[in-house]
């Protein structure tokens, strides 16, 4: 199984709401992290879990979750977002040592939309 | 910013036609990977070259590197209709730093 599983598709939420991201992979990776990408610009990291524990957080703000309850899964947890925060929402997965060593592999995306 | 820059960032071809893309970067690298996107889903990887290496082939995908002139690009050859997607450059420099430094994309259209 080499896929990155992630719902929901879509998402539409208000600027009070309490919503969030999931991601699962049966690989076997212990690495795993959340993209934010905007229109016809690349992927920017957000997040990055090795070995369940949080590696790298890219100054994100604190509306912005993430949870790794097990080596399978990552949540990413939105509350009190703004309307610029509406974007897709990517989660990868690679073998320990990250993408110095290997590639990753993606999920299709949440495309998130904040009224 | 260390963000990788890539060129042309728009791209549109005849189903049959070469499409070439090009990939700089600022950093010295231990790889360097390409992906593909289809218009708002995942990406999906297509290629890995280590710095060591020059050249690799993957059925119609052609990949070069160079790192003297901190530089990729990648050929699709007899392009098909399906082929039309971004197609973003991808670098990794610090073993164990977990950091993809994205390049900007290319969006190539090909057209039936």
């Known amino acids: 199984d080499t896929e990155v599983t992630q719902t929901p598709k879509h998402l539409v939420m208000g600027m009070t709401n309490k919503k969030s991201l999931k991601c699962e992979q049966h690989?076997?990776?212990?690495?795993m992290y959340w993209y934010k990408q905007k229109a016809k610009k690349p992927p920017e990291l957000m997040f990055v879990y090795s070995y369940e524990k949080l590696s790298i957080n890219e100054s994100v703000p604190s509306r912005f979750s993430p949870e790794c309850p097990n080596s399978s899964l990552l949540n990413l947890h939105l509350h009190a977002l703004q309307p610029e925060d509406s974007a897709l929402y990517l989660c990868a997965s690679s073998q320990p040592g990250g993408p110095a060593y290997n590639e990753q592999f993606f999920g299709p995306g949440t495309r998130l939309t904040v009224l | 910013s260390q963000q990788g820059e890539e060129d042309p960032q728009a791209l549109s071809i005849q189903e049959g036609e070469n499409a070439t893309m090009n990939c700089s970067y600022k950093?010295?690298?231990?790889?360097l990977q390409w992906y593909r996107q289809n218009s708002g889903r995942g990406l999906v990887h297509l290629i890995l070259?280590?710095?060591?290496?020059r050249e690799k082939h993957s059925g119609r995908l052609r990949v070069t590197l160079d790192t003297s002139k901190k530089s990729s690009s990648l050929l699709i050859t007899a392009s098909r209709a399906a082929d039309t997607a971004s197609y973003f450059c991808?670098?990794?420099?610090?073993?164990?730093?977990?950091?993809?430094?994205f390049g900007t994309g290319t969006r190539l259209k090909v057209l039936a």
């Open positions: 690989m076997g990776h212990r690495a």
């Open positions: 991808a670098t990794a420099s610090i073993p164990g730093t977990y950091k993809y430094i």
């Open positions: 070259i280590r710095s060591n290496e």
């Open positions: 950093t010295s690298i231990n790889n």
